[in-house]
């Protein structure tokens, strides 16, 4: 399934006005989308409050949001108060009684392994301020942590031609728990449309201009953390192996869905041509093995030396 992650509503991607912002999800949904994954630090709280706009036009729609990143990156906040206080400011942003999935933000390591914090989120599950609970990572080794706890309904994490280890523990044990896996950074930040050049400018308040080097946050979330020209080189490759009738980022969708214990991929869109297309990626014909094989020689040849052991 194709989701829409809007990241890109909030911030951090350069500026998409309130009116722009409507229309991408307009176009998604109507294009057959139904999951919405947003996060209480995106833009503030800009993402979640378009959304909630949105929301009271349109139904049937599932929106996961996020908690956890607006505050000290400290294992000692994430406590049964602070949960309460984040869930209630998420659920006033989307106007709802009750979230359909929280996911702990990317938060530090040591929570993963912290009993108190699972039990906290199984009492908003108990207290139906939210339907279910999961955790966004940044590593394996993280994901395999939440996946072994028994409420634990989803795991987020970075998944694309360029980030594969995932393929290796974290999809099968994800298969095995019954845990949904939602896949972010499918398109490595853009790199995988095959659109940007060596002379491409991002704008100043655009992550991909100012993480390059994770001065902000985990450089991983910035072009999947393989370095540009590099990734450059590896884009190009990749876009010729796009199959006739799709585009390059498509083709990087479709490789994302057929993976395994993927439940949804959630790539952003700053305009209602990119959400079009990125919808239509579900409908595409299965990538054929001699296609996959390609990315894998890609990846081993030009990428795996860079993020294989870091995330």
């Known amino acids: ?45 800009r993402s979640e409050r378009l959304i909630g706009r949105f929301l009271r036009e349109h139904d049937g729609l599932t929106v996961a949001t996020k908690m956890g990143r607006r505050g000290p990156q400290d294992p000692a906040e994430f406590t049964l108060k602070n949960f309460v206080e984040w869930t209630d400011r998420s659920r006033a942003n989307l106007g709802v009684d009750r979230l359909d999935l929280v996911q702990l933000h990317c938060p530090p390591t040591p929570v993963f392994d912290t009993g108190e914090v699972y039990d906290a989120l199984d009492t908003l599950v108990r207290d139906d301020r939210i339907a279910a609970y999961g955790v966004s990572v940044e590593t394996c080794d993280e994901a395999l942590a939440a996946i072994a706890r028994p409420g634990v309904a989803s795991v987020q994490i970075i998944l694309n031609a360029f980030r594969r280890k995932p393929l290796e523990r974290v999809l099968p044990a994800a298969r095995a728990a019954g845990v949904a896996i939602i896949a972010r950074v499918p398109l490595a930040s853009g790199l995988l449309s095959g659109r940007f050049r060596r002379d491409t400018v991002f704008a100043v308040d655009d992550h991909r201009a100012y993480n390059r080097h994770g001065e902000a946050f985990d450089v991983g979330e910035t072009f999947s953390g393989v370095d540009y020209e590099t990734g450059l080189e590896a884009a190009a490759e990749f876009a010729a192996l796009a199959p006739a009738g799709a585009t390059p980022a498509q083709t990087a969708l479709r490789w994302v869905i057929q993976q395994p214990g993927v439940t949804t991929v959630i790539p952003g869109a700053s305009t209602v041509d990119q959400a079009r297309a990125n919808a239509a990626a579900a409908a595409l014909p299965a990538l054929p093995p001699e296609t996959l094989a390609a990315v894998e020689d890609l990846y081993d040849r030009r990428i795996r030396a860079q993020v294989h052991d870091r995330w």
């Open 1 to 45: 399934m194709v989701g829409l992650g809007t990241w890109q509503l909030g911030a951090d991607w350069g500026n998409v006005d309130e009116r722009d912002a409507l229309a991408i999800l307009d176009a998604a949904v109507a294009s057959g989308v139904t999951f919405l994954d947003t996060a209480d630090v995106y833009g503030d709280g």
